[in-house]
């Protein structure tokens, strides 16, 4: 086996969205894969709004996906029961409430693009679904946000003037479309060497193969 010195870095591009729990079950089961090989791995996560039409004032999160989805009362219980035990097995709190609400999305987009060139836009992406899902906190609300990049070290004023300036918003919009241009629909959707597409969380085997093809390749 190479050292790591001399292992390649596997390119994994992610397109997201900071309100899909499923985002955050498939980086943590890629988390897993990458444990077990002990692979090494440039990540870098690109924005997609599930919601980009969600007004300031979100909606509840039951309502929005009886509306969206079609789903019960029952369903939509049954699924957060799920992903709370599903999240529970990878290390991640979901804490859902009836109180819990879906948010707009496109000033956390804004937020993560700055912070890619920081260097700081992984810890920030865990940050923010942390906030949202563990803690319940507006991830659309200005002063959220800034709290949240204070949190993993990016400057306070700098992100409030990113925010409400809006001189991220067109980087942004370009790349959701670059993505959505190329048939991406639904998130998580995972890119392996700039070579294998994979949507929906898919398991830390399914990630393991794919790591593994890689880094063969690369070899």
């Not at 190479?2 to 969205?17: C, E, G, K, L, N």
């Not at 060139?117 to 865990?126: F, I, R, V």
């Not at 949240?148 to 809006?166: C, H, P």
């Not at 479309?177 to 629909?185: A, D, I, M, Y």
């Amino acid at each position: 086996m190479a050292s790591d010195a001399t292992r390649p870095i596997i390119q994994i591009d992610i397109v997201s969205d900071v309100v899909c729990p499923w985002c955050i079950v498939g980086f943590r089961q890629l988390d897993q894969a990458l444990n077990r090989t002990g692979f090494l791995a440039n990540l870098r996560w690109h924005p997609f709004e599930l919601n980009p039409h969600m007004p300031p004032e979100g909606q509840n999160l039951r309502e929005h996906i009886t509306e969206k989805y079609g789903s019960t009362a029952e369903q939509s219980q049954q699924a957060r029961a799920q992903l709370t035990s599903v999240g529970a097995e990878l290390g991640f709190a979901f804490n859902f409430s009836d109180e819990s609400r879906m948010v707009n999305t496109f000033k956390a987009h804004q937020l993560l693009d700055w912070a890619e060139e920081q260097q700081l836009q992984h810890p920030l992406k865990m940050a923010l679904f942390e906030a949202y899902f563990t803690q319940s906190r507006d991830v659309s609300d200005t002063q959220v946000l800034v709290d949240v990049a204070q949190s993993i070290g990016l400057d306070e004023m700098t992100a409030r003037r990113v925010l409400e300036s809006g001189e991220r918003q067109s980087d942004v919009r370009e790349k959701q479309s670059f993505w959505t241009s190329r048939g991406v629909s639904g998130v998580p959707s995972m890119v392996f060497g700039g070579k294998y597409l994979v949507t929906g969380a898919q398991g830390a085997d399914t990630y393991e193969q794919l790591l593994r093809r890689c880094e063969a390749e690369a070899a």
